[in-house]
């Protein structure tokens, strides 16, 4: 890139300190926390590239900002939110705003975000939903950089960030392996959702790495309380022994611990349970705390927010980015006066 | 307002109609279950007002539109969400884009987004949140119209639209009377929060117009199940005789109904119990499914966004406007097999 050819953006400074478009933000505007030796290569990449008197001029009035317009496919939720506020902790207050859009799962409201979005400029968007499976592309030829964020689209050509969903479960089954659980019962939401048999594919494979299957076949269901209650009656009913269930949300776990209880079964003593989506109002209110896997949502989103920053300075990420799940362990796994090997 | 002074509006289709924008722009589009009176009422007033070109012209790729900026004072969640639901439903799709931009409780973070909604020509803008005390005015002289939905101005020359919130505990209390309880226990969130402190105060005095009051002090706490559970303890521990529970959200109310199941109360046959929230994740998997009153944010947000639309085309609606709660029975109040006197 020639220094002539057009002002220096915070992706160049970024590429050529070697480090990300958000940490480069950071250490050019003081804030957050950052090792000094980061900050320093960072102003001095700053420095090269002329970037001082660009970064002046961003001020809150005038000068360089990202808009982003983030459209949602189906309805703006518990999903998206955290996505929303990872995209917009890219960039700080001032060098970005992102504009929410619903598009309720209607393609015609959709196509009309994505115009309405584009007259009003937007440097580029963000594509987000709550289905896992891919999509079609929500556009061709558009004049602006697009990054899909939790879902992915069908063309490989496409930027997605999506959520590891098999590497969340095999996160589960390997920590209810590490607690000493062998007879693992799965109780799911629906088998037509994506996200139900991922996860208990997954779940499945990495039982059999170690010799192991699940006592039943997956309960597929529904991604409600009532369901998990359901489900433990069909387990309990089935005389089926087990001592682990891993459910494929907090909800369905946290009618699990109910319906468990209600039978005298003890959680984690006599059964260990685990959860997915670490949902807070489920896992701080279920009896023990719940274990769950988290899907880092705002991770995610911070990480599509800076490939499409990049992609609107002219760096692409073209393909399938899979963010990794984390595991918060709570009670519901492991008793408190416990210590527990973990892997 | 003479005729060739400028194009006539929606609202002034709908002023001379009689009826809501929201109504004169379904009569308009065919959309929507309406009286055909009203319809052609409606449509007798475009013609009047020569709309009708207008209203061809108003097509998804050009002619007047619609654009919203709404911005969050706080972070965007269930509260929030179906508020902007409702406002996207005052118009269709190609009528009306709402963008929702995120203030975090942040007020640098807020004039950005006021700042980047005007350059980017939007109409006008609403500004909601959680909290329900009057706030600042997020903006002196703005060029366009604001409505604040759920939260309010302190300016009473604002538009406000808030949800009636001591009329949804007096609904609360008139239930619990109807179904014939009369010692009454309200469990609620912390007494700094200013929604706590007005359902307390509006249920003690509708009892107090039947003669009765509270069988013990409101006891303030938090908003979550966890300290639904612990203040059941609280009462029983006092030996306080109850025979219903008014909670002031619907967390607190299945953390006391799990509580007093525990504890071999059952209800509603022992204690009657209602929430407040109408939050389908709790309301549901409650057992029994519990009574609530809802704060119908969807019909607040389409009424906000009305009184909006009106403003930008010249009749703005100053002042703060309450909008209805609804009574929401189900089985925690009222035994399946039991028919009562609703007032």
């Known amino acids: ?33 950052l090792r000094e030796e980061t900050r320093m290569r960072v102003r001095e990449a700053a420095r090269q590239l002329s970037f001082e008197a660009n970064a002046g001029a961003r001020s809150l009035h005038s000068g360089r900002t990202y808009t982003v317009g983030m459209i949602t496919t189906d309805t703006i939720g518990r999903f998206s939110i955290p996505v929303l506020m990872g995209a917009e902790d890219a960039l700080g207050a001032g060098e970005m705003s992102v504009f929410l859009c619903d598009g309720r799962d209607d393609p015609i409201r959709e196509q009309y975000y994505v115009k309405t979005l584009l007259s009003r400029r937007v440097d580029g968007m963000i594509v987000t939903g709550r289905r896992t499976e891919a999509r079609a592309p929500i556009g061709a030829n558009l004049p602006v950089p697009v990054v899909y964020a939790f879902i992915s689209s069908a063309d490989p050509g496409d930027c997605s960030v999506v959520p590891d969903e098999a590497g969340g479960a095999r996160k589960a089954v390997e920590h209810l392996l590490a607690v000493g659980r062998t007879r693992i019962a799965h109780i799911t939401g629906p088998e037509h959702h994506n996200s139900a048999r991922v996860r208990a594919a997954a779940a499945t494979e990495r039982l059999a790495e170690d010799g192991l299957s699940l006592v039943a076949p997956p309960l597929f269901g529904g991604w409600s309380e009532v369901w998990g209650r359901q489900a433990v009656g069909i387990l309990l009913a089935g005389r089926t022994e087990f001592d682990a269930v891993f459910c494929g949300s907090d909800q369905i776990a946290r009618g699990v611990c109910d319906a468990l209880r209600a039978a005298g079964r003890r959680v984690p003593q006599d059964v260990a349970l685990i959860g997915f989506d670490n949902w807070d109002v489920m896992t701080e209110a279920c009896q023990p705390p719940l274990t769950s896997i988290d899907l880092d949502l705002e991770g995610l989103g911070r990480s599509a927010a800076q490939m499409l920053l990049a992609a609107i300075n002219g760096s692409p990420s073209p393909g399938r980015h899979a963010h990794p799940c984390r595991l918060v362990v709570r009670e519901s796994t492991v008793r408190e006066s416990t210590t527990v090997p973990l892997p």
């Open 1 to 33: 890139m020639g220094k002539l050819e057009r002002h220096a953006t915070i992706a160049d400074v970024a590429a050529l300190a070697g480090v990300s478009v958000g940490t480069a933000s950071k250490a050019l505007n003081g804030r957050g926390s």
